[in-house]
Nanobody
Framework: QVQLVESGGGLVQAGGSLRLSCAAS????????MGWFRETPGKEREFLGA????????SYADSVKSRFTISRDKSAITMYLQMNSLKPEDPAVYYC??????????????????WGQGTQVTVSS
């Protein structure tokens, strides 16, 4: 199994930027896809975007694709989420996830095998 550790969360002013990192370890040779999700109290975990580990192709939710960018560093086995123009509705716990081998819907929570512990993002107005 792949272990994931997120970092980079914190407090930022509305309109500001923040970059989250997700470092993978363990059976990282099996990585097929990694994704970012966020969760707020009382709501389902929301898909933000995903990246194909082999070729770096990304997919995004419509709600964030103009502001958020996913990248990955294969040598560091790390995925990033660059968040720009943060809004008051963006505060949440942000999670990264990993899918080993192939298959599954990249936007579906259930298709991922491993999850990080989450990192809190707070936006002040």
């Amino acid at each position: 199994q792949v272990q994931l550790v997120e970092s980079g969360g914190g407090l930022v002013q509305a309109g500001g930027s923040l970059r989250l990192s997700c470092a993978a370890s363990g059976r990282s040779f099996s990585l097929y896809r990694m994704g970012w999700f966020r969760e707020t109290p009382g709501k389902e975990r929301e898909f933000l975007g995903a990246v194909s580990w082999s070729n770096g192709v990304t997919s995004y939710a419509d709600s964030v694709k103009s502001r958020f960018t996913i990248s990955r560093d294969k040598s560091a086995i790390t995925m990033y989420l660059q968040m720009n123009s943060l809004k008051p509705e963006d505060p949440a716990v942000y999670y990264c996830a990993a899918k080993a081998y192939g298959g599954g819907d990249y936007s579906n929570v259930g298709s991922y095998d491993s999850w990080g512990q989450g990192t809190q993002v707070t936006v002040s107005s």
